[in-house]
């Protein structure tokens, strides 16, 4: 065991090590070689280190270089080394947290690190929380609540609303949840691709008078195209009035409210009764974190609570996990967490995030200076998105061409990953600083990057490949 622990050990920080010499995107489109891979369920074992070979050296490196510090695509995930161990003493100790009595300490941990986020998220001492493997997860449990509570069985007649800049996995969760996708409405952004509340109010009214049930309004602290922030607090004032269950998507920028100076940027988000969080993005964690505050604990209880013969009774002082949540055996997501926050301290986590907003906001100023492109999204948390255009290129089609040809020239030179998205019809190439390796050097090297092609594709050499 010592052996191959030491193994693993010493060959994933050779590859962590290794990441600067590392391409920002592996090669992902060799669909020969991966149909290559199918085999047979091995009858017979191996040793690690053959498994280990391929593992690292062909298979690892085929991928997005989500690790990597120039990684500004999407929405960066995290990753954090001593997530990693947390995890090998969960898995290696193997320890059943589904259920309070059978690991009371444990499940301790895990509730102190669900208070830890409620505080910081500026809910009440009555919210309760739910670990989840992301965000997707954390917006099923809480549509499911907010029908349990307003729509009770008769659920058919209820209408939920995003808006258009929302997150797919709400529609996606809202079918899970039996909330059709006739049932969701999508409200239009304004210029700053935040939601406008006099279009919610009215698509809200005219449901009421089609004899429908508005329960349920979403707002997104932190959208994945743009990074816009919707008008949270006014949406709370809405949703107060109409008696909507309002959920806050801070998959993306609800960590931000860690940091004291960054709230006013979030002003609403403690008014929320729901909100999902991906302490896998924006808490530095691995893949697999995902959390969900809802401020009245005992509807997230009321949804999943449950007893059978062959468990312990119920008990109402301590946190117990399948009691606030759909699973039973589980693995152990809270150590992961309280290994992580309580080996650095919330003041390196705050100092973070304040950093990835002042890189973002950096970043902005700089390309503002870049002949030919149009910031249409300045940072209103730490993303920016952007487009090509100029005499070179005189319709939205050949703009749109640029735009993309522009992020995929610089992904291509390896240094940093960057993506883009459609917006109205226009793409958009983004950076969304996030990632807790990335730093000022990371962001300068796309600033200049960004700038030099762009330069080649306003005189019109490049080869559009
Ligand atoms: C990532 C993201 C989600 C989805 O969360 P997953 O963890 O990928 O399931 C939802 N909303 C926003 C704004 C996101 O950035």
């Known amino acids: 065991m010592r052996q191959m622990g030491e193994m693993v050990v010493a060959r994933t920080i050779d590859y962590l090590a290794a990441l600067p010499e590392q391409p920002s995107c592996g090669t992902v489109d060799d669909e020969r070689y991966v149909r290559a891979m199918r085999e047979p369920a091995p009858e017979q074992g191996s040793a690690l280190e053959t498994l280990l070979d391929p593992l690292f050296d062909e298979w690892i490196p085929r991928s997005f270089n989500t690790a990597k510090s120039g990684y500004l695509a999407y929405i960066p995930g995290g990753g954090v080394f001593p997530a990693a161990l947390a995890d090998f003493i969960a898995a290696g100790t193997n320890r059943f947290t589904g259920v309070w009595m059978a690991a009371p300490a444990l499940v301790q941990l895990e509730a102190n690190v669900l208070d830890w986020l409620r505080e910081w998220m500026g809910f009440p001492p009555g919210a309760a929380g739910l670990f989840t493997t992301g965000g997707s997860m954390a917006m ?84 994945t195209n743009t990074g816009a922030v919707d008008p949270i607090d006014a949406v709370a004032d809405l949703a107060a009035h109409e008696g909507l269950w309002h959920h806050v998507d801070g998959a993306y920028g609800g960590c931000f409210h860690l940091v ?72 152990f997501p809270g150590l992961r967490l309280w290994l992580t926050f309580k080996l ?16 973002a906001l950096e970043a902005a100023a700089a390309l503002r200076e870049v002949p030919g492109l149009v910031l249409d999204a300045p940072p209103q948390l730490s993303l920016l998105a952007f487009h090509l255009e100029g005499p070179a290129f005189p319709t939205l089609a050949a703009q749109n ?31 969304c600083v996030l990632s807790f390796r990335t730093r000022r050097r990371d962001v300068e090297i796309a600033v200049r990057q960004i700038a030099e092609e762009a330069a080649i594709l306003t005189r019109g050499t490049p080869s559009l490949a």
């Open 260 to 331: 004291p100076e960054l709230r006013p940027l979030l002003h609403g988000l403690p008014r929320a009764d729901s909100l999902t969080l991906d302490p896998h993005k924006g808490l530095f964690l691995p893949y697999g974190t995902g959390a969900l505050l809802v401020r009245d604990g005992s509807a997230l209880r009321a949804l999943h609570s449950s007893t059978a013969g062959y468990l312990p009774p119920n008990q109402d002082e301590f946190y117990d996990p399948a009691q606030f949540g759909p699973d039973l055996s589980r693995g």
């Open 140 to 223: 099923f449990n809480a549509i499911c609540c907010a029908r349990e509570r307003h729509l009770g069985p008769e659920i058919r007649r209820g209408t939920i609303y995003v808006s258009s800049q929302a997150h797919h996995c709400i529609e996606k969760a809202a079918k899970l949840a039996g909330i059709h996708h006739d049932r969701v409405r999508t409200i239009p952004c304004d210029a700053d691709f935040r939601m406008r509340v006099d279009a919610l109010a009215a698509v809200i009214a005219a449901d009421r008078a089609a004899g429908l049930t508005p329960f349920m309004v979403f707002s997104t602290a932190g959208t």
């Open 344 to 359: 650095f301290g919330a003041a390196r986590y705050r100092a973070a995030l304040a950093e990835k907003r002042a890189l």
């Open 401 to 431: 061409a640029a735009t993309q040809a522009l992020h995929e020239r610089v992904t291509a030179r390896g240094d940093v990953m960057l993506t883009g998205c459609t917006v109205n019809g226009r793409v958009l190439a983004r950076i």
